[in-house]
């Protein structure tokens, strides 16, 4: 993420009452480039904090030459040493979402739960459930990723080889466009998509819509938009994970999201609405 970008991304968050402080803002700006080069990625973006009850965590994310999978997580404590975080399994999701408790800080710490299934009608298992802090910020990152990462419409294109790339042409989107859901994107692997009718899938372009629109997420009301900064700015910010901010500056390139949170998911949120 260039300065620009961590710029308007940290004084968006920054009404949450935490942000990163000069030093880290700094250490940032150095250490990324340096990660950069260690591992050959095309471009490191800062990510956001997970806040922990001893430590936060800082979050980066590497991409290579395909933006959409090519990626890989890292986490440090003091935004210069970073430390790769292995890839979200579909055993570790099935652990980790059995915790509900905050984040503590130390990626070695275990959780350990202790689940009581009935079988018949007396007789009742016991399933030990155990998993290290190291594992749940893994799927929790890759969760939150997956579910409310965002991109304008446009942004980036895929090739007919499938490579989805950032689209070098794209100029933003207009001050109307802006004010609509349906021209905001998730960047993750779409699902609601391939459930389209043909005769829908015949007004999409497949070279940038290929991602799934905000606009069908369900419940729906699960993001509010706002124009900011003397409605210069286009906000987005999710309801169902807290602390996830998305800005655009309609007219120009200018594009980006963070999270800052406690790593919990707002299960609450259809009962809210």
């Not at 990660?35 to 936060?56: A, C, M, S, T």
């Amino acid at each position: 993420m260039d300065s620009n970008s961590l710029y308007y991304s940290l004084e968006l968050v920054a009404g949450s009452g935490s942000t990163l402080n000069v030093e880290q803002r700094t250490a940032l700006q150095t250490s990324l480039v340096i990660l950069k080069k260690n591992y050959k990625f095309h471009r490191v973006l800062f990510w956001g904090k997970i806040l922990g009850l001893k430590e936060d965590y800082f979050i980066a994310q590497g991409r290579g030459e395909d933006e959409l999978q090519d990626k890989k997580n890292l986490y440090s404590f003091n935004c210069m040493d970073w430390f790769l975080l292995p890839p979200a399994t579909e055993s570790m999701m099935e652990k980790v979402s059995k915790i509900k408790s905050r984040f503590i800080g130390d990626p070695s710490f275990v959780y350990e739960h202790i689940e009581i299934r009935r079988q018949g009608e007396r007789d009742d298992a016991t399933e030990e459930v155990v998993v290290n802090e190291e594992s749940r910020l893994a799927v929790t990152v890759h969760q939150i990723d997956d579910e409310v990462s965002v991109v304008p419409r446009g942004a980036f294109v895929k090739s007919p080889h499938g490579l989805v790339q950032m689209n070098r042409s794209f100029g933003g989107l207009s001050h109307s466009e802006a004010g609509k859901l349906d021209n905001f994107l998730h960047f993750s692997e779409a699902k609601n998509l391939k459930k389209k009718s043909i005769l829908e899938m015949g007004d999409l372009n497949p070279a940038i819509d290929f991602l799934d629109v905000l606009s069908d997420d369900i419940p729906k009301g699960s993001w509010s938009l706002q124009l900011e900064c003397a409605s210069k700015v286009c906000v987005l910010r999710s309801l169902l994970w807290l602390g996830l901010s998305f800005y655009h500056v309609p007219m120009t390139p200018q594009h980006g999201y963070m999270y800052i949170g406690d790593g919990i998911k707002n299960l609450d949120l259809p009962f809210m609405l």
